[in-house]
């Protein structure tokens, strides 16, 4: 189901605890991997059966505005919360140009199995999305166990196969020669955050993590799975986010289009509409949040 939002239809009480900063929760630091990397979580535990989870966006950090939204959610819901960023980003230690979606896959899973307990609501931003459903997809190969503890996901914008399908064929003849001749293209950035390194072993590592190549076909019925994607995002179409439905071909996935919503989606009222999801998805049967006024649009 598609569904278009006009977001002033939420009302301003699910603002309420929306100030208070996710740095404000302890950080400590955990090794990942090998090469060994010191990535930074920072984590509130509370006696709640369901807890958050956050995955930023490439380039981002877990003390984005999405970050401190869903830390105070999770407090005013007296829910256990989980943010961390990935090495080269935020407080993690590493250099971002050595990042991999390996990496940060491995990162992201040791995360969830190390840090947190019971079931969990996975909330993925962007490459944080596309990483969520690949922390899914392997978890279900290795654990079916773990694979339980995914309570829901909450996709915003989600760049799956990210490497291929967004940056490599949108990339002119000239863009791909010097990613291959000089191992990186440093692609200007719309949010004055200077130019983002894109390496030949980014790309070269991604073609490893494609969601449906394997033929892998997620499994019904699944947890829910809510995508949210602006309609004027110029960094992944909204589009993107129509394919994955398609792929997915899951009754209990819904994709939730903000008319004048852009790829960040971090606006109050972007996140209003990110609590009403995650108050849903907290719920034993997650409601749609839609109003009686929205009109789904096929």
């Not at 002119?172 to 719309?190: E, H, L, N």
């Not at 072993?201 to 073609?207: L, P, S, T, V």
């Not at 179409?237 to 971090?266: A, F, Y």
Request: charge should be negative; glycine fraction near 8%.
């Amino acid at each position: 189901m598609i569904t278009v939002l006009s977001l002033f239809l939420f009302t301003s009480d699910l603002t309420d605890g929306l100030n208070d900063c996710a740095a404000k929760m302890p950080i400590r630091y955990m090794t990942v991997g090998d090469p060994s990397r010191r990535i930074a979580v920072a984590r509130d535990d509370r006696s709640s059966e369901i807890g958050v989870m956050f995955l930023p966006g490439f380039h981002s950090k877990m003390t984005s505005n999405k970050g401190n939204a869903i830390s105070d959610w999770a407090r005013t819901r007296n829910c256990s919360c989980t943010l961390f960023d990935y090495s080269g980003h935020g407080a993690s230690e590493g250099n971002i140009q050595e990042g991999t979606i390996s990496r940060w896959l491995e990162e992201s899973m040791h995360v969830f199995s190390k840090q947190t307990k019971g079931k969990q609501i996975l909330v993925g931003s962007s490459m944080g999305g596309y990483l969520a459903l690949l922390l899914w997809k392997h978890q279900l190969k290795k654990s079916a166990q773990e694979a339980t503890r995914i309570h829901a996901l909450i996709l915003i914008a989600p760049a799956w196969d990210l490497t291929e399908k967004l940056l490599w064929n949108n990339f002119s003849p000239q863009i791909q020669k010097q990613i291959w001749s000089s191992g990186v293209y440093y692609r200007p950035s719309a949010y004055g955050e200077g130019p983002y390194p894109i390496t030949r072993q980014f790309i070269g590592d991604g073609q490893k993590h494609m969601l449906f190549a394997d033929g892998w076909q997620f499994p019904k019925p699944s947890p829910p799975i809510r995508i949210v994607h602006g309609v004027r995002d110029e960094d992944v179409p909204h589009t993107h986010s129509s394919q994955l439905i398609d792929l997915l071909d899951n009754m209990n996935t819904k994709l939730q289009l903000v008319e004048d919503g852009d790829h960040r989606l971090s606006r109050p009222q972007d996140l209003v509409l990110l609590c009403a999801i995650l108050d849903a998805a907290l719920s034993s049967d997650p409601a749609d949040t839609r109003t009686k006024d929205d009109e789904p649009v096929i």
